[in-house]
């Protein structure tokens, strides 16, 4: 037992989960922005980042950690909001790749003012629990508490925003108007309101992710790339529309890219979410948990 | 009541109103007949906010509409089922009506109840989906969860559409008993004039665009020429 | 600029050729009059506009977005360098359609499963690939030179064109105008196929499918080749541009090619004016001078280059003109021209 915990498919397997739930909350995040106002954002790594660095930088001060977390959040949800509002709101019904390469600026933007508002700094977030990992006869288990935090965290927060679109009158509003805006319009619903909540639940999210990434790490403007990167995989092997979609195939990117960069290099890691997606697609454009929709002309 | 004056709509360089004049009387239903593209549709877009006029009023009593916004209205107290009844079939049936109570200021489930006794058939499948449906269920679904929110104002745009004749038939009794019931004001949008003047009380008559005949609906329906040429009834 | 304008109009042909001809020798003659320093920044905008157009191709004209571009620059600059340091006799034009080749044949991969996909996520892969491309180049160290990347001699002028010159600075001068006017001998040719190209069936078909696709199916469009094609152009030019430039600094190195630059690709074809020739020059002019803008606005401003803000001064300023221009003038700096222009001409009709 005890060697088959500290083997290498199991070290790879966890390390994969554990960088996977990660993957599949930013995927999430993508979906709710997608699924309401039909933008892929990709400034969402870098938004997330920028929130992250607002609050894990007073961690180093002294601050508690969880009220930094607090503040991530804080600003997370904010930013959403202020992006909708500023940024997309007078794009809608204008051509699909305006609103894309308006988000590609703001990432441009945010990764150039991160580093000119935080002077670089190599030391890693200090965080509550301890990231020593467990033992076992003297073999590493690639978990640790932190590393549960971490998980329990991700799918935390999941579950939340699962439970919000299902069961709550707010989720059912959003659902209906990302489905139907204008029966939901003639019904009486605040539509706008509800698009801008989509943003500003996504970035919550979005900034989330950016803390989990960042706790126990040194802090970099550029460390959601690489993630954000997969979740759009993950996003777009699950079809862009379903969240249950994207959570599974944050988990899946993961771990298949722990095995990559495990039994072969960390360099074809991103390579082989390509060949995922490429292969992925060219079996199911729609992506795989999503119904055949006919496209309206 | 609702009152349109002069109003204009264009969709571009195509004028899909011209100038429109007519009124809707409180708790009373007024028929807005017409062939294909006579504006009907329109029409009611307009009253909703979904398309803004070019020029004209509208007022539901002494409230302007004209740029007001669609959900504003809404919550004002206009009920508006669209062409095609806009049932969201990804939603099971009582998350369709849910969704018509939210915006309201009435306890949801108060309305739900109300609905489900005026609509037995939606009652006994509240947790079914939508698509589960059949066309006149849909329908009844469409209205109950406009009704659900008790508006004062009722906009229907083509009920019948797609419905067999009996069920139509049945649809347009459900109308009219509930133009009464609830003291609604009533405007529907028919190509089916037959069924639609034998509940009206008021009639208009749009071709392309205008106006050109409104009174009782029963002085519009005994106009030989009117039911030749615009309303497709040959006697 | 005038004359590539006239580029735009629907003039045969041999027409588009006189005036490429004429603009070649123009700018050649220009060369002659600027410093060493100048003739190697226009030399290095030169070939960006060559990517710039190809962008510019693929998302004016067909519609679809690419953050891919940076990836193909990487695939033409790695087949130059590996070439070239093998076969250093080969003639550099050889070099350049065997880039031009290596970046089709990318485009051609990418594009086949991904063309079937439209706006956000062919957007989205392409961005994955340009993720990718640096890691892997990293990962064949034998081949690639690993993270230090591979240098060549760059181009050097032949000694009838050096005996041009005189004085101390002779042949630093002769070399650096030679590199410029090859530069703006190779661009002056992408242009001029690419104007052609807007103007053929293909060009036209590619408008139809980008205005709309099912109208375009109709009419007997194939949709996936369409696309695919104009994938493949892109990316061609995008090859050719990073040979371009890899003979110019005689290095590549896979940080070059990565997010930033597809990023600054985006952004200055978006400044020059979508789906433009005109507006892929601007773009290669404002990269050539990207440097002097700001050092210009850090003059002005007061800030200091070397503080954190002023040394990301730079990323800063172009996301920002990004998101501005697609906000508030979307045609970019050619549709501001253009606008004016028609202003003063017919300031009556604007009424």
Not at chain 1, 86 to 103: D, H, S, T
Request: glycine share 10%; hydrophobic share 50%.
């Amino acid at each position: 037992m005890g060697s088959f915990l500290t083997s290498r498919f199991i070290t790879y397997l966890l390390g994969g989960i554990s960088s996977g739930v990660v993957i599949a909350l930013v995927a999430l995040s993508l979906v709710i922005i997608w699924k309401s106002t039909h933008v892929l954002n990709f400034a969402q790594g870098a938004m997330g980042m920028f929130a992250a660095f607002v609050g894990m930088n007073l961690v180093f001060k002294g601050t508690n950690y969880w009220l930094c977390v607090l503040l991530s959040l804080a600003v997370g949800l904010a930013l959403g909001g202020v992006t909708e509002r500023v940024l997309i709101r007078p794009l809608y019904g204008k051509p699909e790749i305006n609103p894309i390469v308006v988000m590609v600026g703001f990432l441009g933007v945010i990764e150039s003012a991160i580093p000119s508002i935080w002077h670089s700094n190599l030391l890693p977030v200090p965080t509550p629990f301890s990231q020593v990992y467990y033992q076992n006869n003297g073999h590493t288990i690639l978990i640790s508490p932190f590393v549960i935090f971490q998980v329990v965290l991700a799918l935390g927060i999941m579950g939340g925003v699962a439970l919000l679109f299902q069961y709550t009158n707010l989720g059912l509003k959003m659902r209906a108007a990302a489905l139907a805006p204008e029966v939901s319009r003639l019904l009486g619903v605040r539509v706008n309101r509800l698009l801008t909540l989509g943003w500003i639940l996504s970035s919550g999210v979005g900034a989330m992710a950016g803390v989990i990434v960042s706790s126990g790490q040194s802090l970099a403007a550029t460390n959601m790339d690489g993630i954000f990167v997969s979740a759009f995989i993950a996003a777009a092997v699950g079809g862009l529309e379903s969240p249950i979609g994207a959570i599974t195939g944050g988990l899946l990117i993961g771990v298949t890219e722990s095995f990559i960069l495990g039994y072969w290099s960390s360099n074809m890691a991103p390579l082989a979410g390509v060949i995922v997606l490429v292969i992925s697609l060219a079996i199911r454009p729609q992506g795989i948990f999503t119904r055949n929709i006919t496209r309206r002309v | 009541m609702i009152h349109v004056e002069d109003l204009s709509v264009s969709y571009g360089a195509v004028k899909a109103l011209r100038n429109v004049t007519m009124s809707a009387p409180t708790g009373r239903i007024t028929a807005v007949l017409g062939t294909n593209g006579a504006g009907k549709t329109t029409l009611l877009r307009a009253i909703s906010g979904l398309v803004k006029p070019s020029s004209g009023t509208i007022h539901c009593n002494t409230t302007a509409l004209v740029g007001m916004a669609t959900d504003e209205i809404a919550r004002f107290g206009v009920g508006h089922v669209p062409e095609g009844r806009g049932v969201i079939a990804e939603f099971t049936i009582e998350e369709n009506l849910r969704l018509g109570v939210l915006a309201s200021k009435i306890d949801a489930n108060e309305g739900l109840e109300r609905q489900f006794e005026l609509f037995p058939v939606l009652g006994e499948r509240r947790k079914q989906y939508a698509s589960t449906l059949s066309g006149g269920e849909r329908q009844m679904l469409a209205m109950a969860r406009a009704l659900i929110a008790r508006p004062s104002f009722l906009l229907l745009d083509e009920p019948s559409l797609g419905l067999a004749p009996q069920v139509t038939a049945e649809m347009m009794r459900t109308i009219s008993s509930l133009c009464t019931m609830e003291d609604l004001t009533v405007i529907l949008v028919e190509q089916n004039a037959k069924s639609a003047l034998r509940i009206a009380h008021e009639a208009v008559v749009l071709h392309l665009g205008s106006v050109i005949a409104s009174g009782t609906a029963e002085t519009v329906g005994d106009d030989s020429d009117l039911r030749r040429y615009y309303l497709g009834l040959v006697q | 600029m005038k004359r590539l304008l006239l580029l735009r109009t629907s003039y045969p042909t041999s027409s588009r050729l006189v005036a490429t001809v004429v603009l070649a020798v123009l700018g050649v003659a220009i060369t002659f009059t600027l410093t060493a320093l100048d003739d190697s920044k226009l030399a290095g905008g030169a070939a960006i506009a060559i990517v710039i157009v190809g962008l510019s191709w693929l998302i004016g004209w067909s519609g679809q977005v690419s953050l891919g571009n940076s990836g193909f620059m990487a695939i033409g600059a790695y087949a130059t360098a590996i070439w070239a340091n093998h076969h250093t006799t080969t003639p550099i034009i050889f070099t350049l359609l065997l880039a031009t080749a290596c970046g089709a044949v990318g485009g051609l991969i990418l594009a086949l499963p991904s063309t079937r996909l439209r706006g956000p996520y062919l957007a989205g892969m392409t961005l994955a690939f340009s993720f990718a491309i640096a890691p892997l180049a990293l990962n064949f160290p034998s081949l690639t030179g690993g993270s230090g990347g591979l240098f060549l001699n760059f181009l050097s002028a032949p000694t009838w064109f050096v005996n041009l010159f005189s004085g101390s600075q002779a042949l630093i001068r002769a070399n650096a105008q030679w590199t410029a006017d090859v530069a703006i001998v190779v661009t002056a040719v992408a242009f001029f196929f690419m104007a052609n190209l807007f103007h053929s069936r293909t060009g036209r078909a590619m408008r139809l499918v980008r205005d709309n696709d099912v109208a375009a199916e109709l009419a007997g469009v194939n949709l996936q080749r369409t696309r695919t094609l104009a994938f493949a152009i892109s990316a061609a030019y995008a090859g050719l541009g990073g040979s371009l430039l890899t003979l110019l600094t005689g290095s590549v190195t896979p940080q070059t090619y990565s997010l930033p630059l597809s990023i600054l690709l985006l952004t200055l074809m978006v400044l020059g004016g979508i789906g433009t020739l005109s507006g892929a020059v601007i773009g290669g002019l404002i990269y050539s001078y990207s440097d002097n803008l700001v050092s210009l606005i850090n003059k002005t401003t007061g800030i200091s280059p070397t503080s954190t803000f002023g040394a990301n001064l730079k990323g800063i300023v172009f996301g920002v003109l990004l998101i501005l221009t697609m906000l508030l003038a979307p045609r970019g700096l050619v549709g501001m021209g253009s606008r004016l222009t028609s202003l003063v001409r017919r300031p009556a009709r604007e009424s």
